[in-house]
């Protein structure tokens, strides 16, 4: 997994909190993600699949983006499709995804990087793999995580964070077990690059086989992690937990999650995707790719969209005929 490595024994360490001042949360439930397939046909893990809107508050969605092999000729992306009311953070672990927009924008994502795309108001975009990779196929796995905005930020002009995996705060557990990335908010005092609307905190934790990390946690946000690869298990109760789960953690301001000593052949390290964030606590409607306040908006959204106010698609490119509205549920 090429998503950034590092010598943890160089880092700075995150200590364990004092247990004598802490609460540690408990888990609340664990959910296994369900398989289906995205865009074009790339397979994905819907990661909150099954965990109710309010918990997840102020995220919306999850996929696990793989981890596949590409034969040659393989790789597929999305088409063409609108974004109004909320952010796309894309995370590609292995492998590369170009993306493209109808303002001009777009780039390339590849090997712990991080696209933050505030979709705003409104855009169009086109994720998809690169020629070369559609050519040679190869190996891609990633994330796209939805951020819900508040009602205040749901009109503002679209933009883009280009977050290189070298970019990250990187640290260590106190024992040096685990690798901490942090790609934004905050963890421990060390600040992430991304910058977000909402607080929030973003962290892919890779724990050595026999690893336990007890992480500090705002106590004002909700607290998930998903299991990219690996076993162990979440929280004091050493509630188990293998890839493609995800552990919901109760109130309090600290987290526990631990490797087994043994891992499965294919993934030596247990990896996590830590996240929380303040709830912004606004009703939300969520139709296919709008999510906003109310039914009205999301009419106009579709209004919007339909009469090219979102954005329309740059004129060298060929609209695709089928699967506009991925991540429709
Ligand atoms: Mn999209």
Redesign the pocket.
Known sequence: MPAITADTLTLPRVAVPDPAVTVQRPVRVVTTAPSGFEGEGFPVRRAFAGVPASTLDPFLHMDQMGEVEYAPGEPKG?PW?P?RGFE?VTYIIDGIFEHQDSNGGGGTITDGDTQW?T?GAGIL???KPPEHLVLSGGLFHGV?LWVNLPRSDKFSPPRYQDIRGRQAALLSSDDGGTLLRVIAGELAGHTGPGSTFTPISLVHATLSPGARLNLPWNPGFNALAYVLAGQGSAGDERRPVRKGQLAVFGPGDALTLAADPGQPSAEPNLEVLVLGGRPIKEPVVHYG?FVMNTRAEIVKAMEDYQAGRLGVIPAERVPHAHGEF??EE
Do not use: W
Request: proline share 15%; glycine share 8%; net charge negative.
């Open positions: 999305t499709h974004h796309t795309m979709a975009h086109i994720e796209q790719p991925p991540g």
